[in-house]
T-cell receptor
Framework: DAMVIQNPRYQVTQFGKPVTLSCSQTLNHNVMYWYQQKSSQAPKLLFHYYDKDFNNEADTPDNFQSRRPNTSFCFLDIRSPGLGDAAMYLC????????????????FGDGTRLSIL | SQQGEEDPQALSIQEGENATMNCSYKTSINNLQWYRQNSGRGLVHLILIRSNEREKHSGRLRVTLDTSKKSSSLLITASRAADTASYFCATDGGSNYKLTFGKGTLLTVNP
């Protein structure tokens, strides 16, 4: 089945130690998104790629970076994780939006839960 | 912010009952979407309703949209224990494709 896969499901890192989360998709979707979701809160968009074009949200901390080497893979790099970065990180994909810039359904992976020691 | 707000924040019902969740938003939209999230899992898309639609059905789900009141509701009929999850509405802001999610309603269906 076509899907969005995130690895690992659980990641523990030390305060200040760089960490990379990965996402792969078999849907061949143009758009890939990274969200941060803290406990009992709404998912918050960090950034997205439309093909190779990177789009950062204005309030995403500089500590967060992303790479998309090809259509199928996307990575979230946290350069110096702080305690406040402990959260669930969700990757999602969608087909490119239609001519009216209308949103499409997004397909989510099961997330990576990041803990900071 | 155009963030949607779901109401209620939590809802507990018995199996077989209907569950209604509401969503309000602040700005104009092209589409409104509803998602389900089981504990510790990713979000699953349930239904998309366009701004020119008033009602949409999918299986046991019924979604309504009132753009004059900037509100939407999600009705789950004949609920099952497996419907226990958080439900989020998401809006696209009317001018772009990015989604802004509400805070969600935690639905518990007791067997």
């Amino acid at each position: 089945d076509a899907m969005v896969i995130q690895n690992p499901r659980y990641q523990v890192t030390q305060f200040g130690k760089p960490v990379t989360l990965s996402c792969s998709q078999t849907l061949n979707h143009n758009v890939m998104y990274w969200y941060q979701q803290k406990s009992s809160q709404a998912p918050k968009l960090l950034f997205h790629y439309y093909d190779k074009d990177f789009n950062n949200e204005a309030d995403t901390p500089d500590n967060f970076q992303s790479r998309r080497p090809n259509t199928s893979f996307c990575f979230l790099d946290i350069r110096s994780p702080g305690l406040g970065d402990a959260a669930m990180y969700l990757c999602a994909t969608s087909r490119d939006f239609n001519a009216g810039l209308q949103s499409r359904p997004q397909h989510f992976g099961d997330g990576t839960r990041l803990s900071i020691l | 912010s155009q963030q949607g707000e779901e109401d209620p924040q939590a809802l507990s019902i018995q199996e077989g009952e209907n569950a209604t969740m509401n969503c309000s938003y602040k700005t104009s939209i092209n589409n409104l979407q509803w998602y389900r999230q089981n504990s510790g899992r990713g979000l699953v898309h349930l239904i998309l309703i366009r701004s020119n639609e008033r009602e949409k059905h999918s299986g046991r789900l019924r979604v309504t949209l009132d753009t004059s009141k900037k509100s939407s509701s999600l009705l789950i009929t004949a609920s099952r224990a497996a419907d226990t999850a958080s439900y989020f509405c998401a809006t696209d802001g009317g001018s772009n494709y990015k989604l802004t999610f509400g805070k969600g309603t935690l639905l518990t269906v007791n067997p």
